[in-house]
């Protein structure tokens, strides 16, 4: 990567506007996109769909596979840098955008990201620096190391080492027979298994970091899934205990610099019982790019971790982030678009959308949506970042908003 900055606004070394490029239309390339042009930078989205939520709103979309020669010989001439949105883009189009533009996260930084057995492996080489550790785990690649599982890691979970997310390609097993059908289950492919942790609570971290090797972390956020699902995201003092927030902090800056990563990184942990009545610290996978649990920073905070990305791929300054505002962030999945009898509400003649006049008339409420063109259950259609004065303030409006949309109240 050049340390040479992109500035935005400007004319870049080919001639025209500069460009930032993001391979992967999803709603975190959207973010990006609009991040970017909030910046005065051009856009270009590599992408199949021709509806990609991010394809719609930057300057260019090429609506191509993410492997196509000709596809990313037009992503290179219309953009000065260009990052990621998902982790399973095919790492040899990294490779082949990288030999001509600056990339960032590097292809070798996303291929350990995609693949959980190079993952912890990462991890455990950062333990004695961090002094967070995976839980323990053996890699399954073949019969033999089936079989040679430690008994040890029984009851577990057997994740597929690649494309598992939202919960996806696992399965909870309790003794060696369920272990030897699931693997049969998923194919055979190469898994994980790891020990079943006795969770008190999930949190991450995300932080950003530049060229020069500036590093600044975000606050630490805790996390509630349903169903494997992220649906709630809590950042505010105590949400997550301090000693445990500033080893999480450490421990995925430590993750960064051992990758001499470049862009936005975020890192999940879980908070376990230690056994002698206190917690401790598991760190469980990565994502090389922003994430669905660092979206309050959009409305809490005077840096996005989408701006971040922005800078840290434009060779900008990464000054540290500061929380203006305890934040509670609300995923708006699809099934809000559905009645309670699973039928689909915007269908119905009476199009029927989740109540957004009541839910922008509580104070703090911040509504992304965006712009699927339809709803299915489980799919993110959107998030609502809640900010106010206070801790109390911002806990009560997430619970009148959560009763409004019929979800889940807070833990
Ligand atoms: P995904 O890629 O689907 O997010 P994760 O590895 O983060 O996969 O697992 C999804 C969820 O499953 C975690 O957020 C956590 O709630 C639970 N989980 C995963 N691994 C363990 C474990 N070793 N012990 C207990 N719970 C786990
Ligand atoms: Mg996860």
Not at 86 to 113: D, K, M, Q
Not at 267 to 279: I, L, P, R, W
Not at 358 to 369: D, F, M, Y
Request: net charge negative.
């Amino acid at each position: 990567m050049s340390l040479k900055p992109l500035l935005p606004g400007a004319l870049s070394d080919r001639g025209q506007q500069m460009t930032l490029g993001v391979m992967g239309g999803g709603q975190l390339g959207r973010m990006f996109v609009q991040a970017a042009q909030a910046m005065g930078y051009f856009t270009a989205v590599l992408d199949p769909d021709p509806a990609s939520p991010a394809g719609l709103v930057a300057h260019w979309h090429i609506d191509t596979a993410y492997d196509d020669e000709q596809g990313l010989a037009q992503l290179m001439q219309r953009c000065d840098a260009i990052t990621t949105e998902f982790e399973n883009v095919p790492a040899p189009a990294l490779i082949t955008l990288g030999a001509h533009r600056p990339v960032a996260p590097s292809a070798n930084c996303v291929a350990v990201a995609q693949d959980r057995i190079q993952e912890k492996a990462h991890f455990v080489q950062c333990g004695p620096v961090s002094g967070v550790y995976p839980a323990p785990y053996a890699a399954i690649e073949t019969p033999e190391l089936l079989a040679a599982v430690p008994a040890d890691l029984l009851p577990g979970i057997v994740k597929t080492a690649r494309l598992g997310y939202d919960g996806k390609g696992q399965v909870r097993v309790k003794n060696r027979e369920e272990l030897a059908a699931a693997w049969d289950k998923l194919g055979r492919v190469p898994c994980v298994l790891e020990k079943l942790m006795p969770l008190q609570s999930e949190c991450s971290v995300i932080v950003a970091r530049g060229a020069d090797g500036q590093v600044v972390a975000f606050p630490v956020q805790k996390n509630t899934h349903h169903d494997g699902i992220l649906a709630i995201t809590e950042v505010y003092d105590g949400a997550v205990p301090a000693d445990l927030a500033a080893r999480a902090q450490a421990s995925t800056v430590a993750i960064a610099n051992h990758l001499n990563y470049v862009g936005v990184l975020c890192v999940e942990y879980f908070v376990v019982d230690n056994g002698k009545g206190g917690s401790d610290l598991i760190v469980n996978e990565m994502a090389p790019r922003p994430h669905n649990s660092g979206h309050y920073t959009q409305n809490a905070c005077d840096l996005s971790q989408f701006e971040a990305q922005v800078r840290a791929l434009a060779g900008l300054p990464l000054p540290p982030p500061r929380q203006h505002s305890p934040a509670i962030m609300v995923n708006l999945l699809g099934d809000l678009w559905f009645d309670a009898n699973g039928v689909r509400a915007q269908a119905s003649e009476q199009p029927l959308s989740p109540p957004w006049a009541q839910v922008l008339a509580l104070p703090g409420t911040n509504l992304h949506l965006y712009g699927k063109l339809s709803a299915r259950p489980g799919r993110k259609m959107g998030h609502l970042n809640i900010t106010g004065a206070s801790v109390a303030q911002v806990r009560e409006t997430a619970t009148k908003v959560l009763a409004l949309l019929g979800l889940p109240a807070l833990g």
